[in-house]
């Protein structure tokens, strides 16, 4: 799955440079998750960095973006390749 971050989100812009997919940008009210780029970190670390950094526990799993491990290794592997 894709992570989402809820509207507890306090603004705190801890999250957003921890991403290394670029997927967490400043939306119109708190900050918001692409779930096209959101691998939860899979090929870069062992658990999502967003989540690890947020101090109000406001970035759980999209139910709306159901993802496996495999499906979350392939959008890493096509994200990195789009990056050359």
């Keep these: 799955m894709a992570l989402i971050i809820t509207d507890e989100c306090i603004n705190c812009d801890v999250c957003e440079p921890e991403c290394p997919n670029d997927a967490i940008s400043q939306g119109d009210e708190i900050y918001v998750i692409d779930p096209n780029k959101c691998t939860e970190c899979v090929g870069h670390y062992d658990t999502p960095q967003c989540v690890e950094v947020c101090p ?29």
């Design 56 to 84: 109000v526990d406001c970035i759980p799993k999209d139910p709306a973006h159901e993802e496996n491990e495999a499906q979350l290794r392939a959008k890493y592997d096509r994200l990195m390749a789009a990056k050359g």
